[in-house]
Structure formats: structure tokens, C-alpha cells
């Protein structure tokens, strides 16, 4: 198989659907029927060629709202995946190599878990590399290897296609930077690397900090618990799904700005059905530390008040 590098460009586009609620727009997906469909990508990762693919997220009768875009290179059996706007370093299988990063200086910290992340700093730009890691019953068999059906539906093709939009539509989500997807015969292994929100902390530590005697009051606690389910509904609203939301996946940043991170598996096309899981999995995951527990007895029902009302 040839090293030989191709380039292709994917265009994607998303768009609002206002329902039966115009306060509750979602996104949906419409894929179009053109010479350029989206399936192309599929052939270009088998014939190795150099051509261009495009899928459309639309509104119907009110027309498309959103363009991104998402750059692939393709270099034998890796591929790299980008959208092309969002970080003024070439993308690189070097960013993707912690143990690279480690001799040059570049890694800052670690987090460990159920995905590995290194902490880098490249000049005057922090980053986040995260390995994808499987769980549960699956992990018994691999801890990081997924089944290979296809490019676009890779772990890191579809949380960049989600970042990308989210981003666009100016939601708090972490700037996507590049994903890696390594294809052995009927598998593959990924990475994804992500803009690191600065000063952030999760919204467990925020709340812990202040509950053990940090400089945080009780008024500051009460509007991050608001500021919390302002920022989620903002996300049910265009129908945005987190797969895994939970108290370690929401961040405050030192303004306390609320963000939200991890979107692996997550999707723009979620009913309330599923939203209504989401925040209850939230809910859950505040009564696993009893310190949280405590201050979630009268903070939830801030964020729920909130979160009720909206953005």
C-alpha cells in the first residue's frame, strides 16, 4: 500500500427546523443526492484518490444556514482529519505521538480515565489530545480498538462534524482541531485533539472547592447551578444530544462560563425523550460523591429552574 498523501475536502452544512415549538429550532439532517454525495469519502479511503465528497444539513423550505467543513488526508492506512480553521499548526502525526510530545517539552499535564488526555502547549496555543478508549463489556475484549465501517462514521469524524457545528453556532464547546483514525484490516484505533479552554475546572471541582473552603460564596455557586442549566438547555434547543453527560464533562472557566466537552457520540438530532436521560445521567452522576450530593440538594433545583426557562 502506497505512503503517498491525498487530500480531499468534505462540506457539510446544518441548518434549523423550528417544529412544532419555535422556541425548541433543531438541527436536522437532509443528505442530497449529487455526483458529490458524501459516499465518495467511503471510495476515497479505499482507491486512495484525490477528489471531493459533500453531505448538506438543511432546513427545508427556509434553506441550509451552516457550512463546515472537514478536511481528510489520507497517508496509507492513517488518516487525518481537520476542519480548516481552527489552529495554526500543520497537523501532523508528531501531535498525535505523546511520546514526541513528552521529548520535545510540549506536555503540560495528563488526565486519566476512560480516554486518556495529554495536556500541550504549542507556542502561544493549549491543547488537549485524547485517545478514544472504549468501555464497559466491550473493553474486555479491546480497550481501544473499534470496529472499521467506514470513515465518516469513525469516533473522531463524527465528534469533530459535531464540534464543528456547535462551534459555528457559537455554543461553549472546546474548538476542534484534528482527528487521527489508524485503519488495521477491520479495525481502527483514534485520537481526536481539541483547544483547551483556559482556567477551566470541572464543574464537580468548582462546586468540591467551595464546598471544602474555597473563596467561592454561596451567590457564586447559586448562579454557576443556573448558569449550568441555562447553558444545556441552549443545546437541547437545537436538538444537541452529550452522550455522556455528566458532572466531570461540564467545565467553569475562571469567568464561570459554563462549557460543555466530551462530545463523543454525541448528535444533533436528539428527541426530549433522550434529553430528559441526559439530564437525569447528569443527576446520577452528582449523588456518586456525597459532598456533591449535600450541595446538589439545593442547587439542582436552581439548574432545573433554569434549565426550565432557558437561555
Avoid at 174 to 190: C, N
Avoid at 211 to 234: K, M, P, S
Avoid at 265 to 293: F, H, K, T, V
Amino acid at each position: 500500500m502506497s505512503d503517498n498523501l491525498y487530500t480531499i475536502k468534505v462540506t457539510e452544512q446544518a441548518g434549523f427546523r423550528l417544529a412544532h415549538d419555535p422556541s425548541k429550532p433543531r438541527v436536522w439532517q437532509m443528505r442530497l443526492k449529487s455526483p458529490n454525495d458524501g459516499n465518495h469519502v467511503a471510495a476515497i479511503t479505499d482507491r486512495r484518490e484525490t477528489e471531493q465528497a459533500q453531505s448538506t444539513w438543511c432546513i427545508g423550505a427556509h434553506g441550509c444556514l451552516l457550512m463546515v467543513h472537514l478536511d481528510v488526508r489520507a497517508q496509507g492506512a492513517t488518516y487525518f482529519i481537520s476542519p480548516p480553521i481552527t489552529s495554526s499548526h500543520e497537523v501532523s502525526s508528531n501531535l498525535f505521538n505523546p511520546q514526541w510530545l513528552e521529548a520535545q517539552g510540549l506536555i503540560e499535564g495528563t488526565a486519566q480515565g476512560r480516554a486518556a488526555a495529554w495536556f500541550i502547549r504549542l507556542k502561544d496555543e493549549q491543547l488537549v489530545l485524547r485517545h478514544y478508549r472504549r468501555g464497559g463489556l466491550p473493553a474486555r475484549f479491546s480497550n481501544d480498538r473499534f470496529l472499521w465501517i467506514g470513515l465518516r462514521r469513525s469516533r473522531p469524524w463524527r465528534e469533530l462534524s459535531v464540534l464543528s457545528r456547535l462551534h459555528a453556532l457559537g455554543l461553549p464547546v472546546p474548538v476542534p482541531i484534528a482527528g487521527r483514525v489508524q485503519k488495521k484490516t477491520v479495525s481502527y484505533t483514534a485520537d481526536i485533539i481539541t483547544r483547551r479552554i483556559p482556567g477551566a475546572r470541572s464543574l464537580a471541582d468548582f462546586m468540591l472547592a467551595s464546598y471544602f473552603g474555597d473563596t467561592h460564596d454561596q451567590n457564586a455557586r447559586d448562579e454557576v447551578w443556573r448558569e449550568t442549566g441555562r447553558v444545556i438547555r441552549a443545546f437541547h434547543a437545537i436538538g444537541a444530544h452529550h452522550a455522556d453527560l455528566n458532572v466531570r464533562n461540564i467545565l467553569v472557566d475562571e469567568q464561570r462560563k459554563v462549557w460543555l466537552i466530551d462530545w463523543d457520540r454525541g448528535r444533533l438530532n436528539a428527541d426530549a425523550a433522550i434529553q430528559n436521560r441526559s439530564m437525569a445521567r447528569l443527576r446520577r452522576s452528582l449523588s456518586r460523591e456525597a459532598e456533591l450530593e449535600t450541595m446538589a440538594r439545593q442547587g439542582w433545583p436552581l439548574l432545573m429552574s433554569a434549565y426550565s426557562r432557558g437561555p
